[in-house]
Every structure is written in C-alpha cells, then in structure tokens.
Nanobody
Framework: QVQLVESGGGLVQAGGSLRLSCAAS????????MGWFRQAPGKERIFVGA???????DYSDSAKGRFIMSRDNAKNTVYLQMNSLRPEDTAVYYC?????????????????WGQGTQVTVSS
C-alpha cells in the first residue's frame, strides 16, 4: 500500500530555515504528483505547494519566494525547503499524493497522506 513518511520538522527561530522530507513507497513515484499542506491548531488544512511528476511547481501566495519544492525520484522523496520562516508558518505539515481533479490546492483531490511533521517557528 502507499505510505508517506514526513520528517525534518522541528523548532526554529523566525527568519530561520527547515527542510522537510517526504519518503514515499508503494507507488510509481516518478509518475506521481505530490503536494504539501499544513494545518494549524483549530484551522483547516491549507495548500502550501505542489510538484508534478515533471517537477513543475505551484505555490500558495504565502509560500512563494520563501519555500521551494523539489523531488528526487531515485530516492522516492519530495522535499520542501522553507526559508525566512515566520511564526504564522507554525503548523503540522503533511505531504500527499495527488489523485485527480484540476485544482492542486484542493486537499480533496489527494488520495494518500502522511502522518505529518510539526514545524514550530518562535518569534
């Protein structure tokens, strides 16, 4: 079955950086489009960015210019490099496998999800 395991979260000061990883198994990763979402306590899960099988990327307005998604098909892993972090970036970050639908920012269009990794940005 498909499994996604996120790692790399932690506590960082505002202005710092973190790189999240998402290791995938149980699927043909090189043909999978992937997304990153985040969810703060008491709030909805929201789109951070997506990367297609051809490495085309899309980002939320909040992530543009600060976050960079990449993938390594040899390692079945997708990455989220987060720079210039802000306290409002604090959330649990999830990676997901896109299933269908045209809107990559809609979490309902993703079929499989990881367990999430906590990112906390202190001011």
């Amino acid at each position: 079955q498909v499994q996604l395991v996120e790692s790399g979260g932690g506590l960082v000061q505002a202005g710092g950086s973190l790189r999240l990883s998402c290791a995938a198994s149980g699927l043909t990763f090189s043909r999978a489009s992937m997304g990153w979402f985040r969810q703060a306590p008491g709030k909805e899960r929201i789109f951070v960015g997506a990367i297609s099988w051809a490495s085309r990327t899309d980002y939320s307005d909040s992530a543009k210019g600060r976050f960079i998604m990449s993938r390594d098909n040899a390692k079945n892993t997708v990455y989220l490099q987060m720079n210039s972090l802000r306290p409002e970036d604090t959330a649990v970050y999830y990676c997901a496998v896109w299933g269908s639908g045209d809107i990559r920012s809609n979490p309902a269009n993703y079929d499989y999800w990881g367990q999430g990794t906590q990112v906390t940005v202190s001011s």
